[in-house]
């Protein structure tokens, strides 16, 4: 019976370093791909702005970025769930209205990567020129990332 215990380790081991082993020669898998039908799924890397955003429907849950007051003007909506420590194309320190859907609630950031400054949306807003920031300022063209819940 040991003979048999200690085969079965000598068995069990080589097949477990073969299995490492086979696992460590193949690249990680890809992430996932963005679902199909859901417009606003980001995928990895920097997202790059296209006027064909302008034309997709809103999220069910979410929100869209204007670059003009009034909700006009270039956008891109963020589905809630989602964030980005950059904006895409040159919206950064670009965003004048912030339309908001479902329910979703929206911390946007002064700068990148959720830095320097914050506050919370939770409706929409036509201006923002009419939400303080800090010393007389506004959340007017200052926006740099958000997160969107």
Known sequence: MKRIAAVLVVVFSVFAIGAVSAIAQYPPPPPPSPPRGDPWAYG????????????RP????????????????????????????????????NISSIQVFGGAKVQIFNDRNFQNGTTWINRSVADLRNVPFRNGHTWNNRVSSMIVR
């Open 44 to 55: 990895p890397g920097p997202q790059t702005w296209n006027p064909g955003w302008n034309n």
């Open 58 to 93: 809103n999220p069910r849950r979410g929100a869209c970025f204007y670059t003009t007051a009034g909700y006009q003007g270039n956008h891109f909506c963020v589905r809630g769930g989602d964030s980005l420590p950059r904006l895409p194309g040159n919206f950064g320190d």
